[in-house]
């Protein structure tokens, strides 16, 4: 219902949806001073309402956490209260789960709600909201890793890849130059880069080849890199004895951290594997697959023949 009158703060609205509910179910039934943070806001019995407020021209709202750690017991039944104070005041309800339409990928991700939406979450998820609230996390982030990915455009990549909440991925505060990390630390990203990436062998008229490599720095270890082409095509990196020998500079670049990619190989985690490389991969086969992948994008030269020799 639309009105004249709009409420001034998200507490003012929602004292008077608390105050509207105790007068509709009668005198004890609402609490008038519930715990911080409860999700719902208001639980009565084994319904819940979880009051929505903005002073803008939107029904779109960030909602709690897809953990629900606050969650109140014994709530079975949620339905949102939306006030909506910008444009033409109003106030619209409906059920929870119909209104949760997207997951932001905070560090620890949210639900996004919005009243009206045409398609909820957890149907384009295919799993019901109270089949996929009684998951734990890890099972209900192989859920949310799958729809962000299928709506990643062309170039981009998850920043976020956590199985546990004490796993949280989260980059440091200060953004850092890769010009400014120690000489280990870059040959230790570069290794982690070029596993990832094998696509950095193809030609060097390739455009957007090195793409990956500067999302995967910037997004996964906060780093930022001017000149990718310098962390594989630099002198200083693929010729650092200053020799006359020649050949590719990229395969010499790669050569000399091969035991730096072995490592990476064995270490890095398979949900990051499965982010740039489409597929599970276990440690084992990772660089005689990245050989495999390697030489599909090569022009003019075979990686598998020059580098990794030890692997069968």
Known sequence: ??????????????????????????????????????????????????????TNDTWRSVANSVLESNRVNGIEKIYIV?????????????????????????????????????????????????????????????????????????GERLWWLEDSPEEEHTLPIQARLYTSLSTEEKQRLRAEAVLLCPRIVSSGRSRNKYDDVVLFLLTYHGVLCHQARDLFSAGSVANPANDDEGGLYIERAIKLIESEIEIAANDIDDDLIIE????????????????????????GWKPSDVLFRDVK
């Open 1 to 54: 219902m639309a009105f004249d009158k709009p409420f001034r703060s998200a507490s003012d609205f929602e004292i008077r949806v608390r105050e509207v509910a105790d007068e509709v179910l009668g005198p004890g039934k609402v609490d008038f001073s519930p715990p911080d943070q409860a999700f719902p806001d208001i639980a009565i019995d084994q319904y819940g309402i979880e009051v929505k407020f903005t």
């Open 82 to 154: 939306f006030g909506k104070m910008g444009g033409v005041p109003d106030v619209r309800w409906a059920r929870y789960e119909e209104c949760v339409m997207h997951v932001r990928t905070s560090h620890v991700p949210r639900f996004e709600v919005e009243i009206g939406a045409q398609q909820s979450l957890f149907e384009q998820m295919g799993v019901s909201y109270n089949a996929f609230r009684s998951l734990d996390f890890h099972e209900k982030m192989q859920y949310i890793r799958s729809y962000a990915r299928s709506r990643l455009k062309a």
């Open 276 to 299: 740039y490389w489409g597929c599970s991969v276990p440690p084992k086969y990772r660089i005689r697959e990245w050989l495999r992948r390697a030489d599909s994008y090569a022009t």
